[in-house]
């Protein structure tokens, strides 16, 4: 499940998750082990073992130390390209009640007030690397090593909610 921050990726990979009884692994609880945003030293292991079975879901294009291992073994992309009008209220949204509820996420952390003027806030991250993201994507999807990949690409919140409905 590929897309920019706020696309909705962990929504749908957890609703497919349900519907075809795969199993779900959200990459940003992966990455991120402990308060203080600390990273797990063990993730390219801990990736590598999650897909070593031949049927999962992962929610991200991957970070850059297990990128390559994730597209290799995925057999389908579902790649959520929607345009910023549909993400950046999305983001805003999750990211004023995740703030405002002080709702625990990733390895025990917590968006806060003060995050959102960093340049990494999921707001502003959505803004700055959406057309960056969504070429890297484009990119890889092209990219031979990749051609064995089934890539399904939705442009609209509606067009992805008729696919999931039809399986």
Known sequence: MVGVTGAGKSTL??????????????????YFSGPGWAVNDELTEDV?????????????VGYPEVRDLLW???DTVVWLDYPRRVIMPRVLR????????????FGGNRETWAGWLSR???????WSQHGIRR??????????RFAHLHTLRFGHPDDTAAWLTSL
């Open 94 to 105: 999750r990211s004023v009640r995740r703030t405002v509820t002080r709702e625990v996420i």
């Open 48 to 60: 590598s073992r999650l897909t070593d079975g031949s049927r999962w879901i992962v929610d991200s």
């Open 13 to 30: 990979a957890h609703a497919l998750s349900g519907r075809l009884g795969l199993p779900y692994h959200e990459m940003d609880a992966l």
């Open 120 to 126: 990494e806030h999921p707001v502003w991250w959505a």
């Open 135 to 144: 070429h890297e994507i484009g990119r890889r999807i092209r990219d031979p």
């Open 72 to 74: 290799g073994r995925a």
